[in-house]
């Protein structure tokens, strides 16, 4: 296993806190509506708050955050014969997560699934960027993970959502970063992650995700300052 990204990361998380601090002042106080507000109900996807460890919390330092699991209703209808596999995908749960941080200046930040998950005994099976996700935005890149834990398999979309920016890239993230404190004293910003079981396909499950996406992308604006 190559160790270089994770050195390089370190130095270059150690370099931006550094910069940041050094030119540590006042951020603008920025209008945005707080998670615990964030709809339930998006579409047919119904969501059930999910509580995180008190010293996850600790660890994490977040502004404030949400963690649901949305759950797609199923269809009265459908097509006769169709596969129990391709069923079984359509009513499964997608999960939200999203971590923001109102100001990076003293070293707090968001932590990349690829540091964070296989902390928590999951394995990388697959990453790549993918594109069309983002509704209106066809351009913008996101990362499509599908990682496995014993017979557990689940599909990942994640980006970074910096001051009206999607970043796949943590490196282009940081960047961003200092740029930003720079030009316009802001450090604000936040990890999205939507993920869900592989029961079918993995296809099924990413146009499932992406389904979420759909609904989740207009009211999610309303929360992270653009």
Not at 79 to 91: D, I, S, V, Y
Not at 190 to 208: F, K
Request: glycine share 8%; net charge positive; with cysteine.
């Amino acid at each position: 296993m190559k160790r270089w990204p994770f050195v390089l990361a370190l130095v270059m998380m150690a370099s931006t806190w550094a910069f940041l601090a050094s030119r540590s002042r006042a951020e603008p106080a920025l209008e945005r509506k707080p998670f615990a507000s964030f709809p339930l109900a998006l579409g047919d996807w119904t969501g059930r708050d999910l509580e995180m460890d008190e010293q996850v919390l600790a660890l994490l330092k977040l502004t404030d955050y949400v963690m649901r699991v949305y759950t797609p209703a199923r269809s009265a209808g459908g097509e006769a014969g169709a596969f129990e596999a391709k069923l079984r995908q359509e009513a499964a749960p997608v999960w939200l997560y999203v971590g923001y941080y109102g100001s990076q200046r003293t070293g707090v930040g968001y932590h990349s699934p690829k540091n964070c998950l296989p902390g928590g005994g999951w394995v990388f099976r697959s990453t790549e960027l993918v594109s069309g996700v983002i509704p209106g935005r066809p351009e913008l890149a996101v990362n499509r993970v599908v990682i496995e834990k014993g017979f557990d398999r689940q599909l990942i979309l994640y980006w970074y959502q910096d001051r009206g920016r999607v970043v796949a890239s943590e490196y282009a993230a940081k960047g961003y970063l200092i740029w930003d404190a720079t030009t316009r004293n802001r450090t604000d910003g936040a990890l999205v992650r939507i993920s869900t079981p592989i029961v079918g396909s993995e296809e099924d499950a990413y146009r499932q995700t992406v389904a979420f996406v759909q609904e989740a992308w207009r009211p999610l604006a309303e929360h992270l300052p653009g």
